[in-house]
């Protein structure tokens, strides 16, 4: 099955993980230069013009610090904030929202599903292609408390627990806020079908979208990034 091999991790901001490693890098600096310069103060070893000169440079290295820690709490939204020139589409009712192309287009028309209220499909049709759509990528969400077919209502633990304990759905991380996972299956025509859900405050969302290619797949893989709760 070709989404079998897809690894979950990829969906990752790979912001995040190069900042953790330059603070790190950087702590370590700051912490070796700290230690050389109270040795030396102690001790009488250097002279001034020295003195001044390591203080300078702690100086120098304590504001790349905090220049880091000021950047690093909004490293998970960094790729999103990257895409410029791309639309926004905005839920205010589980407050969330994802960009798309400018090229693509957000529409809630169309489908309806009273057990699973479809929010919005962004879409893209082929220009020289004939009819149909090159992207297409449908959202659809439930607020905890309504109603599932079993009479039971709709809870944040329970849907969790549905896929925590789901073999085929692999916990990743994305742009946001929200534990989500996603699934891989592959289509009647070879291709593969992507089923992302993210589990929110407020309720959980479902992204989904189907690609034979892998220049499909790096967009599509792009526009679920971008995802987060406001």
Request: glycine share 8%; proline share 2%.
């Amino acid at each position: 099955m070709s989404g079998g091999n897809q690894d979950p991790k990829e969906f990752m901001t790979k912001e995040e993980s190069s900042v953790k490693t330059i603070g790190l890098v950087l702590l370590i600096a700051i912490m070796f230069t700290s230690i050389v310069y109270l040795y030396a103060i102690n001790n009488d070893a250097i002279d001034t013009m020295e003195k001044a000169s390591l203080e300078n440079r702690m100086g120098k290295m304590q504001e790349e610090i905090d220049s880091l820690k000021n950047s690093q709490g909004d490293a998970s939204l960094t790729q999103a904030n990257a895409i410029s020139g791309w639309k926004t589409y905005e839920n205010e009712k589980l407050g969330y929202q994802i960009q798309y192309p400018s090229d693509w287009t957000a529409s809630d028309e169309g489908k309806s599903d009273p057990q699973y209220p479809y929010d919005m499909e962004l879409t893209k049709e082929y220009t020289d292609a004939g009819e149909g759509y090159e992207y297409n990528m449908g959202i659809t969400s439930r607020s905890y408390g309504t109603s599932l077919n079993d009479g039971t209502l709709f809870n944040k633990d329970a849907a969790l627990k549905d896929l925590a304990t789901n073999k085929d759905a692999q916990k990743i991380a994305i742009a946001g806020e929200g534990e989500a996972y996603y699934r891989a299956e592959e289509t009647l025509g070879g291709g593969t079908h992507w089923m992302v859900s993210i589990i929110g405050d407020k309720g959980a969302v479902a992204i989904e979208c189907s690609f034979d290619d892998s220049t499909k797949e790096a967009l599509y893989r792009q526009v679920i990034s971008t995802f987060r709760f406001n």
